[in-house]
């Protein structure tokens, strides 16, 4: 079985005995929580090595019982949360759009909080190719989740610009399911059909960094015209209105988690490392950490050119007024967009 396979199977399988495990509604004070793998989770990873969410459940006067998951993939925390086997999951921006507007008048999954505003850069080792419009049918473009995932709707964005709305899904027919670190090897090496890559922090800097004939064609950031949200944490209304103080603590965690990475980001680069138990080099995590390009904050930016966009492109159903229509209202405390 391929790396990509075992990955889907092992996801798909962590869903489903979540969900057998799954049972009445918990009382206030428990909380589920699932993340996935990389840098762009550092505020989750500060409020479970510091405890952040304990902490501001007793000033409320609430002990929570913290659980923690891990999963691969939107698909699976997605299937995850509407059974409701996890109380709060994370996944980018679009993966989250998708949820909201098909349970719209349900179970009505919206955002608690943004992770940060970290870019993906769409890189080619094909020396040929100098922009989007240079890639052909001989290209591949790995991604996570082909057409659906994070990096395939900013694509689909931009390629609807480039060569309008009916054309949308041009780049979904040469593009390929693949994990960051399998598709990091295959443009590095450049033996194999991967010919570009639509990648995330750590794997954009090692890919750059390992060989001089990989470049960026262009970021999620140059799409959706400035800095804007990676990925998200998300909730159902049930949860959030059966469990107000563990919402309400969840929240003044993730703040405080925000204020320790900005107040001091080599110490958050090693508590990435230490809960990670990540291999990778301390000074690359602290280039990470401390690029400008990342910023490691709970208020949502531009996620509403997701909203928008994709409803253009009828991805959407539903169409997003503000930020706030798919925002739980903790957020609304700090500016958003």
Request: glycine content about 6%.
């Given at each position: ?300 930016q531009r996620s509403l050119v997701y909203a928008q966009e994709l409803h ?26």
């Amino acid at each position: 079985m391929s790396l990509r396979r075992r990955t889907l199977a092992m996801g798909a399988a962590v869903a489903a005995t979540l969900a057998l495990t799954a049972g009445a509604a918990q009382a206030e004070g428990k909380i589920r929580i699932a993340q996935q793998f990389g840098i762009g989770y550092l505020l989750l990873d500060v409020v479970r090595d510091q405890q952040l969410i304990e902490k501001h459940g007793k000033t409320l006067g609430q002990d929570i019982d913290v659980e923690w998951a891990s999963i691969s993939g939107a698909t699976a925390m997605n299937e995850a949360l509407l059974a409701g086997a996890l109380d709060v999951v994370s996944a980018g921006v679009p993966p989250m759009l998708t949820l909201w507007d098909r349970t719209r008048g349900r179970q009505n999954v919206k955002a608690l909080a943004a992770l940060g505003s970290l870019p993906n850069y769409l890189l080619t080792n094909n020396t040929s190719v100098k922009s989007l419009k240079d890639l052909g049918p001989k290209d591949r473009i790995a991604v996570p989740a082909a057409g659906v995932g994070f990096q395939s709707r900013t694509l689909q964005i931009e390629t609807a610009r480039l060569f309008g709305k009916d054309d949308f899904k041009r780049f979904d027919e040469i593009s390929v399911s693949l994990p960051h670190p399998e598709a990091t090897a295959a443009l590095v090496s450049g033996g194999t059909e991967i010919s570009t890559h639509f990648s995330s922090a750590p794997f954009y800097y090692q890919a750059l960094a390992a060989n001089p004939k990989v470049r960026k064609l262009i970021s999620s950031y140059d799409i959706l015209g400035g800095p804007a949200t990676f990925n998200v944490l998300y909730t159902t209304q049930k949860y959030r209105e059966q469990n107000p103080k563990t919402t309400q603590a969840f929240y003044a965690a993730l703040v405080e988690a925000e204020q320790i990475v900005k107040a001091d980001k080599a110490r958050a680069a090693d508590i990435f490392i230490r809960v990670q138990k990540s291999k990778l080099a301390p000074a690359l995590v602290r280039q990470i950490v401390e690029d400008p390009e990342n910023d490691f904050t709970v208020s949502p930016q531009r996620s509403l050119v997701y909203a928008q966009e994709l409803h253009k492109l009828g991805v959407l159903k539903s169409q997003a007024g503000s930020w706030k229509d798919y925002f739980f209202e903790e957020a609304w405390a700090r500016p958003g967009s």
